[in-house]
């Protein structure tokens, strides 16, 4: 990776709320949103293209990494609140080039919400709206609803691991236990699943500057989006959910050829 190297910063964004992120790179801001359940997972041959122009962010969100939580339950509202506030404090939230993976995706969708003026690149790879809400989702919003869900601690790791095996089934790989990196509880990350199912704002897409680009793995069943939505749209080939870590230089490259285009 020659000689560049992430380096951990954080900002402090009000008491005791602080948020941390790894940059890197020198030129315009490209801030990185990482999807659920786990911080970025950073390789080398996606980093290196992209850092030879420009400064790279990856935040950890609220709860994440070494990001503390802030007291929030961890809904994607309060996540595209918590980056308003982030960008702010960074002095870029006019410059910010933003790229969400996933559920990264849906939180910058939100962020546009209250950003409708928003008029610089953005990018989403993976979104993973429009799905039918299936039963199982029906039943824990009923829980979570009815506050039943986090007097047992051990039946909501039972629902993060449903969750879970949910998940991967999206990237067409064999279905196993993620790893949380030991710093999210099974509580914010039943509220980060179900607040992205919750979400009814894709027809933002309509009444903000931004116009999204849309990434998606070829083995994904969301790259049907693609077909639906009058939005520039990208496959990954051989590629599932995570085309970042599963072809992190080919896909550094059409983030290239996509912000080029400018």
């Known amino acids: 990776m020659e000689d560049l190297k992430l380096v951990y910063k954080k900002v402090h964004i ?3 709320f602080s948020l941390s992120y790894r940059t890197m790179g020198e030129g315009k801001h490209l801030v990185f949103l990482h999807g659920w359940g786990y911080p970025w997972k950073i390789e080398p041959d ?3 293209p992209l850092a030879k122009q420009y400064e790279l962010i990856f935040l950890d969100l609220p709860g994440y990494g070494k990001s503390s939580s802030g007291g929030m339950r961890g809904t994607v509202f309060e996540y595209a609140q918590t980056l308003g506030k982030f960008l702010a404090k960074l002095g870029i939230e006019n410059e910010a080039i933003l790229i969400g993976h996933s559920m990264g995706s849906v939180v910058i969708l939100n962020y546009l919400v209250d950003h409708p003026k928003f008029g610089n690149r953005i990018l989403f790879c993976g979104l993973p709206l429009g799905e039918k ?3 199982w989702v029906k039943l824990l919003l009923f829980l979570r609803l009815q506050k039943l869900i986090f007097k047992f601690h051990k039946l909501s790791q039972m629902a993060v691991d449903y969750i879970s095996r949910e998940t991967q089934k999206i990237g067409g790989k064999k279905p196993e236990r993620r790893t949380y990196e030991g710093s999210v509880e099974p509580e914010i990350l039943i509220n980060n699943a179900l607040s992205v199912l919750e979400s009814k704002n894709l027809k933002t897409y309509k009444s903000v500057a931004a116009k999204p680009v849309l990434i998606y793995g070829e083995k994904e069943r969301f790259k049907k989006f693609c077909d ?3 939005l520039p749209c990208y496959i990954i080939k051989e590629a ?9 230089r080919e896909t550094a490259e059409l983030i290239l050829k996509i912000l080029k285009k400018d």
């Open 240 to 248: 599932g959910h995570s085309p970042m870590t599963e072809k992190p």
């Open 133 to 135: 809400m299936p039963l």
């Open 228 to 230: 639906r939505r009058k």
């Open 46 to 48: 996606f980093i290196s």
């Open 14 to 16: 009000g008491h005791n």
